[in-house]
């Protein structure tokens, strides 16, 4: 056990639709990431937060944002959804920037 | 051309082998991570390095900074190995960390 907890562990939605993704971080680590992991593409960083900052953002789409909340667990928002954003989402934390990363199980999204 | 290329793709080794996969790189980095990943699981961190080598029961990795290239060795291969082993390479500058992954190697390790 990793000690990082997403849920859902699936989410069955509609293209157009909205999503919540959610992610709460090691007790202690103040860094979070955000990956998607598709059959096309592999693994992309998305995005990093670091005690509620914004770090660094990699391949994320505007159609998609992300916050760390005071408590530090994280949410990604996912909207006008399409088939290609049907992939696995991954959640990582970490004590600071430059730690080994621990992460969850992943949320698996199919959109139809 | 990809910025981090692993090979080989895909690996079949019998029980016992020795095994070798590498990894190979063209930015600047401040770490390279070693991740493994179970068919339909979880992905987790074997190794975070940026110089020499370190070891972990079985497993082994290297980094050589001047050459770019990273190795991830299996010593006396197991079937509970079989996974896709994933190379990752992270650029700390400015407290980011935004890894940039290779595609991954399949290893199939039979009894």
């Known amino acids: 056990d990793s000690g990082v907890t997403q849920t859902p562990k699936h989410l069955i939605t509609a293209t157009g639709q909205r999503v919540t993704l959610r992610c709460s971080p090691r007790?202690?680590?103040?860094?979070v990431y955000w990956y998607q992991q598709s059959l096309d593409q592999g693994l992309q960083f998305l995005i990093q937060y670091y005690n509620g900052e914004e770090r660094a953002k990699g391949n994320i789409l505007e159609r998609f944002s992300a916050q760390q909340f005071p408590d530090l667990h994280s949410e990604l928002n996912l909207s006008s959804l399409e088939l290609g954003d049907s992939a696995l989402y991954f959640c990582?934390?970490?004590?600071?920037?430059?730690?080994?990363?621990?992460f969850g199980n992943g949320t698996r999204l199919t959109v139809t | 051309k990809n910025e981090v290329e692993q090979s080989p793709q895909n690996l079949t080794a019998q029980e016992g082998e020795f095994i070798t996969i590498n990894c190979s790189y063209s930015?600047?980095?401040?770490?390279l991570h070693w991740l493994q990943q179970h068919p339909g699981g979880g992905i987790v961190s074997l190794f975070m390095?940026?110089?020499g080598k370190k070891k972990h029961g079985r497993l082994i990795a290297t980094i050589n900074i001047q050459e770019k290239h990273s190795s991830l060795h299996i010593t006396a291969s197991h079937p509970r190995d079989s996974a896709v082993y994933i190379c990752?390479?992270?650029?700390?500058?400015?407290?980011?960390?935004?890894?940039?992954f290779g595609t991954g190697t399949l290893l199939a390790v039979q009894p």
């Open positions: 990752a390479v992270g650029d700390y500058g400015g407290a980011t960390n935004k890894l940039i």
């Open positions: 007790s202690g680590d103040l860094s």
């Open positions: 930015v600047g980095i401040s770490a």
């Open positions: 390095l940026s110089s």
């Open positions: 990582a934390s970490s004590p600071d920037p430059d730690s080994t990363l621990h």
